[in-house]
């Protein structure tokens, strides 16, 4: 089985424009993401996919490896499937430029995913993280998914899932944590399809998947990390990295 890692960079963002290039104690948010994920040694090769010469040339300049996207792409997983069409390679993990700090424990729990799914019943894998503050339930932010009996993923969404109707009730809830682990087939199923109304109203490329009836796989971590969505973020990121 070959296994690689993508991880997609667009230069431009909402919240904070240009935060992968900003410094994290002497490197750059995406070159500090590169090498942790280089590190893990859990990939047969890494690649960052950018849209972006800063972000190609950071990479290429420090030893890594790039790749530029030829389309414009309104999610991660179409720029990844645009750079993997034509590749031999069987499972894909999408990283996120963003976290730095992604863990090899984490990643090696998606790998077994796939390595134990003989009858290729999952078609991705991705984390969540139980949660329990308030705050963070109902920020519109941090995106929810909801679970079944074997931890496929039956929604995720921006709302608080489920709606607490009886607070009596033992309901646990989990944060989308935006690491991917898809099968070729039906990462390039994607890219094919066009978006449905779900992703459109949620504008959560994950729902495309289930709105098409792809399985998702969940996986529990207990490692929150730090995603670097805002200039506050950074600056906590910089704290734990000291």
């Known amino acids: ?34 090498e942790a994920t280089v590190a893990s040694n859990l990939f047969d090769d890494v690649y960052v996919v950018t849209d972006s010469n800063v972000i190609f040339e950071e990479i290429e300049n420090n030893g890594g490896k790039a790749i530029m996207s030829i389309k414009e792409h309104s999610s991660g997983s179409d720029r990844i499937a645009e ?50 503050d308030k705050d963070e339930i109902n920020n519109p932010n941090t995106v929810k998914v909801i679970i079944d009996t074997f931890d496929f993923a039956l929604y995720f969404s921006r709302s608080p899932i489920p709606y607490a109707r009886d607070e009596n009730v033992n309901v646990k809830y989990y944060k989308h944590k935006g690491v991917y682990a898809f099968r070729k087939e039906a990462l390039l199923d994607f ?52």
């Open 1 to 34: 089985m070959r296994i690689i890692s993508m991880i997609p960079a667009r230069y431009s963002a909402t919240r904070f424009p240009g935060k992968l290039m900003q410094d994290l104690n002497g490197k750059s948010v995406i070159l500090r993401t590169y």
């Open 191 to 242: 890219y094919k399809l066009p978006m449905l109304t779900l992703e459109a109203s949620e504008k959560l490329e994950q729902l495309r998947y289930l709105e098409y009836g792809k399985r998702i796989k969940m996986v529990e971590t207990d490692i929150q990390g730090i995603e670097i969505d805002t200039p506050e973020d950074l600056e906590r990121a910089k704290k734990a990295w000291r």
């Open 83 to 132: 750079a993997v069409e034509h590749m031999d390679v069987d499972v894909v993990i999408n990283v996120q430029g963003d976290e730095p700090f992604t863990d090899k424990e984490s990643l090696e729990k998606l790998i077994e995913v796939f390595k134990k799914d003989d009858k290729k019943e999952v078609d991705l894998a991705s984390l969540m993280v139980h949660i329990t």
